[in-house]
């Protein structure tokens, strides 16, 4: 029986064979060696960090972890994958799964500290790759052009790379119904955080990012790093933002629940930022500028204060004066695949740089939407005090409910976050509903 998945892969396959080969035609280089990277030693030490390889060597083979390998691609000969997989007795030598990739390339397997040598003629080395390195191949280091190139190619996804990224996001998905679970059962951050790596079948250092599992006020905190062991007195909400890595494809989810001890303003909030995600993905469409969909976001969420009586003003002037910026800091969202914060989004397909709005430092895509693009749409609303704090002392401050303001203090923040292909009409929802 053929398996769906390995024929989407071998197109996939067939469109970067051509994509590299016109690209390298059109910068005059005979091939391109691709580095996957090696992990990096503690300073001071003999343990090494988290490792995850190279976006443009998972972009041929999906493989997140392979150290010291290289992938060699000469248009017109077969890719060559120089696996780096010595003889060891202390750890499991690297090995390839059954995939369809692997009959589409020569696997020449050995040590490969050094980089192998190249064939004559004029080459390209990419990846964390030093000078001396690429000088004794001969080759160019990192050429920005090429890079530049390689990286459009990764914005709009093949339907394989569509494939993953669904699956990535069941599994996820299957994380956050057990985090969510155990939260309502009574359990601590770090609980919630091993319920969530073992319901997506993944461990801690394979996760695309650091899953972020904040308790009350820690939901607050954008990017919050830490479980705290023991539950809190009151479980009033939790917000987790995890995902999962399938064939090198990444899901990036966020939800937010309530717990039994929330304040009565807290559910109709979420189910209003859920409302306002929806809105947005229901306007993607390719030609839509994502910049202009963000600040659609802030006038949706003006008029949420405003209906639940946290802001005392008009929508209009709670976006005018700041209001919605500083309850929500954050970019609407970015493109995703093989990297979390996928490449080129800032960047427009002619490589003429797009930085973000003045307003709105964080955004991360501030381009035209296309179909094929995979991106996230993560409305918020937070209680940060740092951002509060300056209102509360100007003349905007009279505007801002202080009172629920401080109700909401120690829920923390809501965010609601999906993963969304661009089609050529409209948009897709890639991340299932929680049961």
Known sequence: MTDPLAELQRGHLDWLEQRYAETLSRLGYDGVLIFSGQPALHFGDDQHASFQAYGHFQHWTGQAYLTHSWLLVCPGNLPVLYLHSPDDFWHLPASLPQEAWTERVEVVKGRFDVPPALPRGRYAVIGDVDVATAGALGADPNPEALLMALDEGRVRKSEYEVACIGRANR????????????????????DVQLAYLQASRQRESQVPYGNIVGINAHGGVLHYQHYDTLPPKKQRSLLVDAGHRYHGYCADITRTWAGGQADEVFPPLIKGVAHIQQQLIAAIRPGVDYAVLHEQMHELLAALLVEHRIVLGSPESAVANGITRAFCPHGLG????????????????????????????????????????????EPGLYVIPMLLDPLRQGPVGREVNWERVERLAPHGGIRIEDNVLVTSDTAKNLTPEAE
């Open 171 to 190: 599994q996820a998905m299957a994380g956050h119904i057990a985090a969510r679970d155990a939260f309502l059962s009574g359990a601590a951050e770090l």
């Open 334 to 377: 970015h493109l995703l695949g093989i990297q979390v914060h996928d490449v080129a989004g800032r960047r427009a397909a002619n490589g003429m740089a797009l930085p973000p709005p003045d307003e709105h430092p964080a955004l991360r895509l501030t381009r035209e939407l296309e179909a094929g693009m995979v991106v996230t749409i």
